[in-house]
């Protein structure tokens, strides 16, 4: 199955992880057919491939009194 | 389609492709408070010639005994950022920091030059099926170092598969290429 980036019905609608989850076993993507399982790993294979940036705060306790 | 190994061994090699690794961009510490920032790139892939890696290695084991100078170990490990190609078309593959690039244009010939590696700043990657990513690109611009203990102990759990040497060798000279570029006057 090649990766398409995004997966979209005839009826425009775009595949969600959350769609995909409540999805039955098969579905019918524009002109592809394929299962919701593996349609779901397509989808986390574009859903997780941005770089994110996280902030860490913390403060310093001196326990030492 | 590139060709990859997936069996890891047990230093770092040039052409391995790990996942989240982070990039810290700053640490200040104020008034008994800190602030750690970083970036967490979903796939890098190592860009140091291999065999400084290998000799890295079979100095940091000698250090260990603590038989031999250490003048040959790394301090950090030169890595590029692997951008989902999808992304990279829509210029949206940094928009979770914040920055928007330009879009390739959508009548395909932008995205032939990116394919077939026609614009030095990005190396088009193509996966064998049975390694679990996209189609994707490299950007040589956005190459940063990493700590090599810390690359080498997340190797277990991080690694996805290494470049097969021919396609890492290709990856290694347009690096190169790129980053001895000589930027001219346009008048």
């Not at chain 1, 090649?2 to 775009?14: D, K, L, P, T």
């Not at chain 2, 970036?39 to 031999?68: A, M, S, W």
Request: charge should be positive; glycine fraction near 4%; proline fraction near 4%.
């Amino acid at each position: 199955m090649a990766f398409v980036g995004r997966w979209i019905m005839s009826n425009n609608e775009i595949f969600t992880p959350e769609y995909i989850k409540n999805a039955s076993d098969t579905k019918s993507v524009g002109s592809k057919e394929t299962s919701a399982s593996d349609l779901q790993i397509e989808l986390d294979k574009y859903s997780t491939s941005k770089p994110r940036r996280v902030v860490i705060r913390a403060r310093i306790i001196n326990d030492k009194g | 389609m590139i060709k990859v190994k997936t069996v890891k061994s047990l230093r770092i090699c040039q052409g391995d492709i790990f996942k989240n690794i982070d990039f810290v961009e700053y640490i200040v510490e104020k008034k008994g408070n800190i602030e750690v920032s970083k970036i967490v790139f979903p796939y890098v892939v190592v860009l140091t010639q291999d065999c400084e890696l290998q000799q890295d290695y079979n100095h940091r084991k000698t250090f260990k005994r603590g038989k031999e100078f250490q003048n040959k170990m790394l301090l950090s490990v030169l890595v590029a950022p692997i951008y989902n190609e999808e992304h990279v078309l829509l210029g949206e593959h940094l928009n979770e920091l914040g920055i928007t690039s330009s879009p390739f244009t959508e009548s395909g010939t932008a995205k032939d030059y990116l394919e077939n590696n026609e614009i030095p700043r990005y190396h088009y990657l193509d996966f064998p099926e049975e390694i679990p990513l996209a189609p994707s690109i490299i950007d040589f611009k956005h190459y940063f170092s990493v700590n090599v203990e810390y690359l080498r102990k997340l190797k277990k759990a991080n690694f996805i598969c290494k470049v097969s040497e021919l396609y890492r060798e290709d990856i290694s000279q347009r690096f190169a290429n790129y980053l001895s570029r000589i930027g001219l006057p346009n008048k």
